[in-house]
């Protein structure tokens, strides 16, 4: 599911430039302690009721039965220390060789779908794994940040990489589907019902063929490896910084008018 919130109703003008904020103050890490999980429901749960997506929870958290099953990664991102946005991605293994992966969210909706897609990657002879991007938000505190966006999109290509998915997936509203597609996404089916949400979703998808070019966007002019510090340490659950100097040279010049502000204006 998309919840890529960018603008508070009535939409407040794009930005010049979604240039990111000083390099230091970005950092992300995996959801791998009760403390990190909380945060993360914490600032779904403030997000999605901003914009009217839930309704209000006693406990304050947001969190449903993928949270916490072995295919799945959660990541809070940080902005000064502060928690501020979350992203989940989720794996979908049809050869079942990584636990739980047997099914994602967007397989509530588009199970058929995805299964088939998952046959044609195979008979290509690709893996057939894909994964499936679900349960951005960001704290209301945070709302009209956009750079929070590039840092979850930053974070999910190193879990993309972790997973070894060929394919990404998206169930995406309507008005944000523009976005995605500058990206490289793909409208596969129309949009349809999402349980327990008060909206509906078309899939989406991104292909191997696209990477490159989606990597180039969010900052990556040399793509992601391995052994990148990045990577290493947000594997081993470690705070890391979204932009640490090292890995990104250039990504100033990237984030320009010509890039982001085109896909916020589209949301």
Known sequence: MDGFQFFSTPPAPPLASLTRPARDVTEAQLALTPLIA??????????????????????????????GRANERTIVIYRAGRPAATIRVCLFDPRAKWPDADMVPAMEIFGEEIRQLCETEQAAGRSGRMIEITRFARDPVFANDHSLIISAFRIVAYLRLYFDASVMLNAVRPHHMPMYRRLGFQKLEEPRKYPNL?????LMAMF??????????????????????????????????????????????????????????AA
């Open 38 to 67: 909380r945060q993360a429901f914490a600032i779904r749960h403030r997000g999605y009721l901003s914009y009217g997506y839930i309704t209000p929870r006693e406990d304050g958290l947001f969190s449903d039965k993928y949270d």
């Open 198 to 202: 008060t909206y509906s979703a078309g």
């Open 208 to 265: 191997t063929g696209s990477y490159a070019v989606a990597l180039r966007k969010i900052g990556f002019p040399h793509g992601v490896s391995r052994n990148d510090p990045i990577y290493e340490g947000l594997m081993a659950g470690q705070r890391v910084q979204v932009y640490a100097a090292e890995a990104h040279n250039g990504l100033r010049e990237q984030l320009t008018t010509a890039a982001l502000p085109a896909l916020a204006d």
